[in-house]
């Protein structure tokens, strides 16, 4: 028995896994995240169609994607070019929600950079686990370049800082509200 993890992603934020279960194969593994997602999105559709649930194995490596939006039976009742377009919003809005998260946890390692390049501790955390500050890892998000403290680490977190500050400013611009 192989022990898989589950990640949803919400909205901006996301929610892990930190026991797992205990499956046979990969197939059961999937068997058991489409009723997760859709227990999960049962009454609430609209609600939940843009969210994602990763299986990831014990190293935290993916496995496979498994998009709410695949499993919606409330679309059934629509012709295929409705469902078509309803799928393709609620992909772009699974995106714009991963890169937000995605910005987000850069920002936090960006002033955590910022802090440590100072002189002064920083620490930051998302539902209780460390992302940023020393011995932090930000579970895969992290940049290859900066492994240590070094005399370039304020200007990689002004760069980490501009491309946080440009995806967050896509994410709000008129072209990309109202996408519900």
């Known amino acids: 028995m192989r ?6 992603y919400q909205d901006s934020s996301r929610v892990d896994d930190r ?4 499956l046979a194969s990969n197939a059961q593994a999937r068997r058991y995240a489409e009723d997760l997602v859709r227990e999960l999105m049962r009454h609430a559709e ?3 169609g ?5 299986v990831c194995r014990a190293d935290g490596s993916v496995l496979f994607e498994l998009p709410f939006a695949a499993l919606d039976d409330s679309l059934d009742r629509f012709p295929p070019a409705v469902r078509s377009l309803v ?3 609620r992909q772009t809005r699974r995106e714009l929600a ?3 998260f995605q910005a987000r946890m850069l920002q ?3 002033a955590a950079i910022r802090a440590r390049s100072a002189g002064r501790p920083y620490l930051a955390a998302v539902n209780g686990h460390q992302i940023a500050g020393r011995g932090a890892r930000m579970s895969g998000l992290e940049p290859k370049a900066m492994p240590n403290a070094g005399p370039n680490d304020s200007l990689d977190a002004r760069r980490l800082q501009l491309q946080s500050n440009a995806i967050c400013a896509a994410a709000k611009s008129p072209q990309t509200r109202g996408t519900n």
């Open 19 to 22: 026991d797992g279960v205990a």
């Open 98 to 100: 991963k890169a937000c």
């Open 108 to 110: 936090l390692q960006s």
């Open 50 to 54: 843009h969210w994602t649930l990763e």
């Open 46 to 48: 609209i609600r939940t």
């Open 87 to 89: 799928a393709k919003v």
């Open 3 to 8: 022990r898989y993890y589950f990640r949803l």
